[in-house]
């Protein structure tokens, strides 16, 4: 086994054979993580309060009589900042979530688990409020052990049992916004005020959700970040020696020894009092150095701050920093790579925005109908026949009519002069395009075809008129 040294502190790296919630024999460590008390953790429970405000507020966000985010996965339907794209869009969709990859391994690779700690939902929800609510409830750590070492009496049971239905009924509220993030808010409230029997489905799909989240926060809890995330695992690939990480300084640390013997001896800052175990919600001694476990809360700064103070010794010990800026003894800097990083995750997010906004609310697709050859029509003239097929990605009913751009000839439709498509709808035509002959001078000729509503063009399409072989 290796082992790594502080001055004459020795520490073996065993705790990287095992996850730090699951002991020696492979059972499950109950964390009790102490309620942390601080500036960073003041500063995340206001901006909880606005995070619970937007995901519970945004279902209910419009913009043309359309969510401004739905994620409709059975109908392959999403909507994104009031856009609405369809499985034809897909590569957009595609780019979208390319460039969100992207910029989540520049963000990481500057800024470590910043989002971890400050705007994951998981870290928000269990540590903002199912675990406020178990403070509330049963208390802090040590009133929880003691709780749980207590044998079962009437005030033990209401205890646990008014926990439970608090957490069920928060996972119950969650889950029916996380599916009107699906169906949308207006789905969502047919299901929860007409018979059940008519949605069935959405109501089994709000009680799967409900159980879902009520056993992730009640009982998975760290274990989602530790076990199942694959963010926590890229950590490694991701992060380098001058990426923004929450560290204990080693050299101002060590060596550790208790408050007593630091007047006396020349021991390190660290006066070993495992404060910033007991508050870790994922239950790693951050002195250990990077950790997958480590979700960057903070909750080990703010607790070592305060010691820091009680014992006169300046702040900092453990901080934000990276692992240059710790051996060598320097601040965090915004370094030329972070703002390179940084640039660069803008420069992602300005490239999409352009495509999301200059996207066609009409698409058009446009096929010489396959098998058949041009047709004469009379001695001076010649057709091909094609099929036409709309997808209006609009809010309105539209009227589309097909005109020949930039060429001598004209359109002649099988049925109605316009094709109507109805709101969010497909529609389907059929029209031949008539070429004079003297326009036609090889065996394929590109044209330009326009869509047209009430006078104005919403987009124009290309095709293939073929014609004899000259």
């Known amino acids: 086994m290796s082992e790594i040294k502080h001055s004459n502190v020795i520490e073996t790296d065993a705790f990287r054979d095992r996850i730090a919630t699951v002991d020696e024999s492979g059972k499950r460590k109950w964390i009790y993580a102490y309620q942390p008390k601080g500036r960073f953790y003041n500063i995340r429970s206001v901006l909880s309060v606005f995070y619970f ?21 059975p109908e392959a339907k999403f909507i994104l900042f009031g856009k609405i794209f369809w499985p034809q869009d897909f590569f957009i969709f595609g780019l979208t979530m390319v460039t969100f990859v992207f910029f989540i391994i520049l963000f990481t690779a500057a800024f470590g688990r910043l989002f971890c700690g400050w705007a994951c939902p998981q870290t928000n929800f269990m540590e903002m409020m199912f675990r406020r ?21 009437g005030k033990k049971m ?60 009640a009982f998975f ?23 923004m990480i929450v560290a204990y300084d080693y050299k101002r640390g060590e060596p550790r020894g208790n408050f007593k013997k630091q007047a006396s001896s020349s021991l390190g800052d660290c006066i070993d009092c495992h404060l910033c175990v007991k508050v870790c919600p994922t239950g790693i001694d951050i002195r250990n150095g990077v950790q997958m ?18 014992i006169g010794k300046p702040k900092g010990l453990i901080r934000y920093a990276s692992e240059n800026s710790i051996a060598k ?55 091909n026949l094609y099929n036409i097929k709309l997808i209006n990605k609009t809010t309105k009913d539209i009227a589309v009519k097909v005109v020949l751009k930039d060429q001598q000839g004209t359109i002649l439709m099988a049925g109605k002069p316009v094709i109507e498509i109805k709101k969010e709808g497909q529609a389907s035509g059929t029209f031949f395009i008539i070429l004079p002959k003297s326009a036609v001078k090889q065996r394929k000729t590109m044209l330009k075809l326009a869509l047209y509503t009430n006078g104005e063009e919403l987009v124009t399409s290309k095709t293939n008129f073929l014609g004899p072989a000259l």
């Not at 945004?58 to 996965?73: A, G, H, M, S, T």
């Not at 409830?137 to 040590?142: E, N, V």
């Not at 809890?221 to 990426?243: F, H, I």
């Open 329 to 383: 003894g320097e601040p965090l800097r915004y370094t030329v790579r972070m703002k390179l990083y940084t640039g660069l995750c803008f420069l992602l997010l300005a490239l999409l925005s352009v495509i999301l906004m200059t996207r066609k609310d009409i698409d058009a697709t446009v096929i010489r109908t396959a098998g058949m050859l041009y047709q004469e029509r009379g001695k001076d003239s010649l057709s």
């Open 53 to 73: 405000l937007i995901f519970f507020g945004l279902p209910f966000v419009q913009i043309n009589e359309r969510p401004l985010f739905l994620f409709n996965i």
């Open 133 to 153: 609510v178990e403070y509330w409830i049963l208390g802090d750590a040590p009133a929880q052990k003691q709780l749980k070492s207590a044998p079962w009496t």
């Open 293 to 310: 476990e480590c979700v960057g809360c903070t909750a080990c700064i703010d607790a070592c701050d305060h010691v820091m103070d009680s």
């Open 221 to 243: 809890r760290e274990q989602a970040c530790t076990v199942v995330c694959p963010y926590g695992r890229l950590q490694s690939v991701l992060l380098d020696k001058n990426s």
């Open 158 to 217: 209401i205890k646990i049992t008014v926990k439970h239905l608090l957490f069920f009924l928060l996972s119950f509220t969650i889950a029916n916004f996380f599916l009107a993030y699906i169906i949308g808010i207006n789905e969502l409230e047919k299901i929860i005020t007409e018979p059940v029997t008519q949605h069935v489905v959405g109501f089994a799909s709000i009680l799967v959700f409900s159980a879902v989240f009520y056993g992730v926060y």
